[in-house]
């Protein structure tokens, strides 16, 4: 099973997946907001619900945990 995949098995939606994806990859906000062609708000409010669902205040705690997701998967 992809890391995709497991997130949206975990309840992340598809849109907060392909976040996930870019966050762990190290993106920044601004590229990663340009990339799917959404505002900075718009990815801070999913940020805020991604964050929500990790049970972490930062989002570099958020891509940390993903991080650690993806190596146990």
């Known amino acids: 099973m992809s890391f995709f995949e497991q997130l949206r098995k975990d309840g992340f939606t598809r849109r907060e997946s392909e976040i996930c994806e870019l966050l762990v990859s190290g993106k920044p906000r601004k590229n ?3 990339d799917l062609k ?19 205040e930062t989002t570099f705690q958020a891509g940390l945990a993903l991080a650690k997701m993806g190596l146990e998967k």
């Open 32 to 34: 990663i907001a340009d």
């Open 38 to 56: 959404i505002s900075i708000h718009t990815l801070d409010i999913f940020l805020a619900k991604i964050r929500a669902k990790l049970c972490v």
